[in-house]
């Protein structure tokens, strides 16, 4: 009688931690758990997707617009899995460039890209790095640059060409070269969210980019739509799966109480199935 006892409670307890890893919102809403993709590894990544039904979505790097058609080739097999889709936008992208033309033609890439894409796809969001500055002009005048970026995302042609899709920013970390990443730091983001005027950008949370360059983010939780997952050394962006690098468990705590849209497992393919394992 006992042992029966006990194996009913077992099966009860395995039950609620799988729906306590599954739904995430109390609004019963679940979060998304996507992988990263590129252009050269795209049919990897889908048959990925076909061998684990816990992943619905792909977050594409597309860095040119003639990519988009690497994109568009797996049409038919992405609806065949029921995968959503985003765009990770180019890691040259500047959105504090101080040379307004050139800032300009940033949001007319992505406009076009939009509306090429938008013929087939219905993309779920963009993510974007900040950008960068020459180190010694950026900490002379941080704000200076910060605020060509809530220009950048105040822009009326950006706004109305993406609609209601969101931007996502995200933060990065910088080892202060020549050229400093601009977006390694709270106080970045809480600049922008307190100047722009556009309600579809929201912060990306990075892991990895915060276990080399650490900042405060949970001052900024409130305005998360997508986490990216990998670990590191702390030192090297390596994009390896959990417990191979020095992430905290504490990670799913923050993961469970800040209710993502989607978590984006950024890692090395071979890592996947093992990390799974705690979503």
């Not at 209601?164 to 990443?181: A, H, L, V, W």
Request: aromatic share 14%.
């Amino acid at each position: 009688f006992f042992f029966r006892l006990y194996y009913y409670f077992d099966i009860i307890d395995k039950i609620e931690e799988k729906i306590k890893k599954v739904l995430i919102y109390g609004k019963g809403e679940f979060m998304k758990i996507g992988i990263s993709a590129l252009k050269f590894n795209l049919e990897d990544a889908l048959n990925i997707c076909k061998k684990n039904k816990k992943i619905s979505h792909i977050e594409m790097g597309i860095d040119n617009l003639e990519d988009v058609e690497s994109l568009k080739k797996y049409k038919d097999e992405i609806n065949k899995l029921n995968l959503s889709i985003s765009i990770h936008l180019p890691m040259e992208l500047n959105t504090c460039e101080d040379i307004k033309f050139i800032r300009n033609s940033w949001v007319d890439f992505i406009c076009e890209m939009d509306k090429i894409l938008s013929l087939d796809f219905d993309i779920k969001y963009y993510n974007a790095h900040l950008g960068y500055i020459m180190s010694t002009r950026l900490d002379k005048n941080r704000q200076r640059y910060l605020q060509n970026t809530v220009e950048f995302l105040n822009d009326e042609k950006l706004k109305n060409n993406l609609q209601n899709k969101i931007i996502s920013i995200e933060n990065t970390y910088s080892k202060k070269g020549d050229f400093s990443n601009v977006g390694n730091s709270v106080y970045d983001f809480k600049y922008i969210f307190d100047k722009i005027e556009n309600d579809n950008v929201y912060f990306c949370y990075d892991t990895g980019h915060d276990l080399i360059d650490n900042s405060d983010y949970e001052q900024i939780f409130d305005k998360i739509k997508i986490i990216h997952f990998s670990d590191n050394n702390g030192k090297e962006d390596l994009h390896i799966g959990y417990t191979k690098g020095i992430l905290d468990s504490s990670i799913f705590e923050k993961i469970e109480n800040v209710n993502p849209d989607y978590l984006i497992l950024e890692i090395n393919f071979d890592d996947i199935e093992n990390t799974l394992r705690y979503f």
